[in-house]
C-alpha cells in the first residue's frame, strides 16, 4: 500500500508517498537495473566526495583554480571509466564564458541639476557601450526615432553626433490605426525597442534618451539586471554593442531639457499623429551624462561524458548536477560538500554504474550523458550555456534528470532519513512522475516528498537548480533535493555531515528511474505547459 497526501489546492503534486514498511522490494540480481544499481555505494560516494570536498580544491568556485581542479578530477574519472566525449577537442571539457557587466559611474546632468540612475532614469549596462563622458548643448527632439518607408523621423534630419530624445510607440491615425501598418495592429517599431536603437546608431547618434511614464515600474520589472551585475554569456568585452547608446528617462527629465518648448514638442507630436510627418524640435541645454562601466570575464567548463545507446541512441537522457561551490571568503574554505558536491559525487557513480553495464553488453536503448556544469552559484550559468549551445539536440533529449543537494537530512525529516524532495516530474511529463514512483516502490522504498513541487511553494526551487534550464526549453525535468540545513552556503557544509548511507540508496533510485527512461519502448510524452 502507498500511503499519499494531497494537497488540493495546488495546481502540481504537493503529496508525500509514504512507502509500505511491509512491501517487499526487488533485489533479485538477475534484473540489471538491480545488479549495476548495486554498484553505487556509500564507500565509493565517500573516497569521491572527500576529494572534491576536500580544502584543496578550495570551494570550487567558477574562475578559480579550484572549480578547474576540480574539472580535471571529474574528466578523468570520464576518461578512466571510458565514456565517450562529445566536445569535440579530445577531452570532456565544454568551455564556457560570461561578461558580467555593472555601471562604475552613472548620472544625468541637465545644467545644473543631477539626477540619479534607479531613481530618475534606468539604462542597462549589457545593452551600452563604455562612454565616460557625452555632453551636449543641444538635444533633438526626434518624434518616435522611427525610419520607416511609410514614416521617418530621420528623413531630413542628420543627427550624427548627436543626443537626442524619442517617444516610445509609434504615430496613430484618429481612428486608432497606425501609420506603418494601416491598422489597429503596432509595428515593430512600438514592440521592439532595439530596432530604434539599430536605427539610431546606423545614423551615428551619440546617445538615445527614451521617455518612459512608468520608471518605477520598469525598475520593479527589471530590478535584478538593474540592481547587480548583469551576466551575458560568452566573452563579450571586445564585441561593440550595434545599439546606440541610451537611457530610459523620466517625464521629470524630460520636462526639464524641455523647458520653453513645450508647446512645441506637443504641436510637433500632434503632427505626426494626426498628419504621419515628422517634426523635430531642437532642444538647446547643458546637458551631461556618465555611463563609465565596467566588464569582467568569467570562464570555467562544463564537464560532459555519455555513453551511447543502440537502437534509439539518437535520443538522449541527460543527468546533471552543478560542481562549483562558493570557494573562499577571506581564510573560510566553503567545501560544498552538501551543495553539491553530493550531486557531483552521484552523478559520477551513475556515470560508473552504466559504464559497467555496457562492459557486460548490457546497454541502454537510448544514449545517456553525465554533464557537470559549472556557475550554477551564479546564476545557473553553465546549464544555461548548455541549453543554448547543447552538445546534443535538444528535441532529441528525452529528459533532465538533475541531482542537487542530496547527502544531508533536514528538520522534517531528522528521524527518517530514507527520503528524498522530487521537484518537476509532473510539471511537463506525467510519464516521467509515474516511472520515477514506480521505481521506487518496486526498488528503493524512499518517502518521496512533493512539497516543494507545489506551485505556491515560497521557496521557489523549481527554479533554482540547473534542470530549470532544460525544462524551461519543454524538455521534462525531474530534480533530487535533500531539503536545506543549518549549513547551507556556510563554511560549515562539510563532508563529515553527509549521511553517505542515505545518499547511496537515493543514487540506487535515480539510476533505477533512468534505467527505464533509457529502456522503455515509447519515449516519455510531454503532456505538461512551459511556465
Known amino acids: 500500500m502507498i500511503i499519499t497526501t494531497y494537497n488540493i489546492d495546488a495546481q502540481y503534486i504537493s503529496s508525500v508517498t509514504v512507502p509500505d514498511s511491509a512491501a517487499t522490494l526487488v533485489t533479485d540480481e538477475s534484473d540489471p537495473s538491480v545488479k549495476y544499481a548495486n554498484t553505487i555505494t556509500a564507500e565509493d560516494m565517500k573516497n569521491h566526495l572527500t576529494v572534491l570536498a576536500g580544502d584543496g580544491f578550495e570551494g570550487r568556485e567558477t574562475g578559480t583554480i579550484g572549480n578547474n581542479l576540480a574539472g580535471d578530477y571529474i574528466s578523468n574519472f570520464f576518461r578512466?571509466?571510458?565514456?565517450?566525449?562529445?566536445?569535440?577537442?579530445?577531452?570532456?571539457?565544454?568551455?564556457?564564458?560570461?561578461?558580467?557587466?555593472?555601471?562604475?559611474?552613472?548620472?544625468?546632468?541637465?545644467?545644473?541639476?543631477?539626477?540619479?540612475h534607479l531613481w530618475d532614469f534606468l539604462a542597462f549596462p549589457d545593452k551600452n557601450n563604455n562612454m565616460p563622458a557625452i555632453t551636449a548643448d543641444e538635444v533633438v527632439y526626434l518624434g518616435y526615432g522611427i525610419d520607416d518607408a511609410k514614416y521617418s523621423d530621420y528623413a531630413k534630419n542628420d543627427v550624427a553626433g548627436k543626443v537626442i530624445m524619442i517617444n516610445?510607440?509609434?504615430?496613430?491615425?484618429?481612428?486608432?490605426?497606425?501609420?506603418?501598418?494601416?491598422?489597429?495592429?503596432?509595428?515593430?517599431?512600438?514592440?521592439?525597442?532595439?530596432?530604434?536603437?539599430?536605427?539610431?546608431?546606423?545614423?551615428?547618434?551619440?546617445?538615445?534618451?527614451?521617455?518612459?511614464?512608468?520608471?518605477?515600474?520598469?525598475?520593479?520589472?527589471?530590478?535584478?539586471?538593474?540592481?547587480?551585475?548583469?551576466?551575458?554569456?560568452?566573452?563579450?568585452?571586445?564585441?561593440?554593442?550595434?545599439?546606440?547608446?541610451?537611457?530610459?528617462?523620466?517625464?521629470?527629465?524630460?520636462?526639464?531639457i524641455i523647458a520653453k518648448k513645450a508647446k512645441k514638442i506637443i504641436k510637433s507630436r500632434k503632427r505626426s499623429n494626426r498628419k504621419g510627418k515628422a517634426c523635430d524640435v531642437s532642444l538647446e541645454t547643458m546637458f551631461v551624462m556618465n555611463m563609465s562601466k565596467e566588464a569582467n570575464v568569467l570562464k570555467g567548463n562544463n564537464i560532459l561524458g555519455y555513453?551511447?545507446?543502440?537502437?534509439?541512441?539518437?535520443?538522449?537522457?541527460?543527468?546533471?548536477?552543478?560542481?562549483?561551490?562558493?570557494?573562499?571568503?577571506?581564510?573560510?574554505?566553503?567545501?560544498?560538500?552538501?551543495?553539491?558536491?553530493?550531486?557531483?559525487?552521484?552523478?559520477?557513480e551513475l556515470a560508473e554504474a552504466?559504464?559497467?553495464?555496457?562492459?557486460?553488453?548490457?546497454?541502454?536503448?537510448?544514449?545517456?550523458?553525465?554533464?557537470?556544469?559549472?556557475?550554477?552559484e551564479k546564476g545557473l550559468l553553465g546549464s544555461e550555456y548548455y541549453a543554448e549551445n547543447p552538445l546534443f539536440d535538444l528535441d532529441k533529449t528525452v529528459a533532465d534528470v538533475n541531482i542537487d543537494m542530496v547527502g544531508r537530512v533536514d528538520d522534517k525529516y531528522a528521524d527518517n532519513p530514507n527520503y528524498i524532495y522530487v521537484i518537476g516530474s509532473?510539471?511537463?511529463?506525467?510519464?516521467?512522475?509515474?516511472?520515477?514512483?514506480?521505481?521506487n516502490k518496486k526498488y528503493a522504498g524512499l518517502?518521496?516528498?512533493?512539497?516543494?513541487?507545489?506551485?505556491?511553494?515560497?521557496?521557489?526551487?523549481?527554479?533554482?537548480?540547473?534542470?530549470?534550464?532544460?525544462?524551461?526549453?519543454?524538455?521534462?525535468?525531474?530534480?533530487?533535493f535533500n531539503g536545506v540545513h543549518a549549513d547551507y552556503h556556510k563554511a560549515s557544509d562539510t563532508v563529515d555531515k553527509i549521511n553517505f548511507?542515505?545518499?547511496?540508496?537515493?543514487?540506487?533510485?535515480?539510476?533505477?528511474?533512468t534505467w527505464e527512461l533509457l529502456n522503455r519502448e515509447d519515449r516519455i510524452v510531454v503532456d505538461g505547459v512551459v511556465k
Open 447 to 480: 518517502t518521496l516528498d512533493y512539497t516543494y513541487n507545489s506551485e505556491e511553494d515560497p521557496n521557489r526551487y523549481y527554479f533554482r537548480s540547473d534542470h530549470y534550464n532544460f525544462a524551461k526549453n519543454g524538455i521534462p525535468a525531474i530534480f533530487f
Open 80 to 116: 578512466s571509466n571510458g565514456l565517450l566525449s562529445k566536445t569535440g577537442r579530445g577531452n570532456y571539457k565544454q568551455p564556457v564564458a560570461f561578461t558580467f557587466s555593472k555601471w562604475q559611474d552613472i548620472d544625468i546632468f541637465v545644467g545644473e541639476t543631477r539626477y540619479k
Open 354 to 376: 552504466f559504464r559497467l553495464a555496457e562492459k557486460d553488453g548490457v546497454v541502454p536503448r537510448r544514449s545517456v550523458a553525465f554533464l557537470l556544469v559549472t556557475g550554477e
Open 168 to 256: 516610445k510607440g509609434e504615430p496613430i491615425k484618429k481612428d486608432s490605426t497606425s501609420w506603418i501598418t494601416g491598422s489597429s495592429e503596432m509595428s515593430e517599431w512600438s514592440t521592439d525597442i532595439s530596432k530604434k536603437l539599430e536605427v539610431a546608431k546606423k545614423n551615428g547618434v551619440k546617445l538615445v534618451l527614451i521617455i518612459e511614464d512608468d520608471i518605477k515600474k520598469m525598475l520593479g520589472e527589471n530590478r535584478r539586471k538593474l540592481l547587480g551585475s548583469v551576466v551575458s554569456l560568452g566573452d563579450l568585452t571586445n564585441e561593440e554593442i550595434t545599439l546606440a547608446n541610451h537611457a530610459y528617462i523620466s517625464s521629470t527629465i524630460a520636462k526639464d
Open 307 to 348: 555513453i551511447e545507446g543502440t537502437d534509439k541512441k539518437d535520443e538522449v537522457v541527460i543527468v546533471s548536477a552543478h560542481y562549483d561551490h562558493l570557494g573562499k571568503r577571506g581564510d573560510d574554505i566553503y567545501n560544498g560538500a552538501d551543495d553539491n558536491g553530493s550531486g557531483t559525487t552521484t552523478v559520477l
Open 501 to 513: 548511507d542515505k545518499m547511496a540508496k537515493v543514487g540506487r533510485l535515480i539510476f533505477h528511474t
Open 426 to 439: 509532473d510539471r511537463l511529463s506525467t510519464d516521467l512522475h509515474k516511472i520515477n514512483e514506480s521505481a
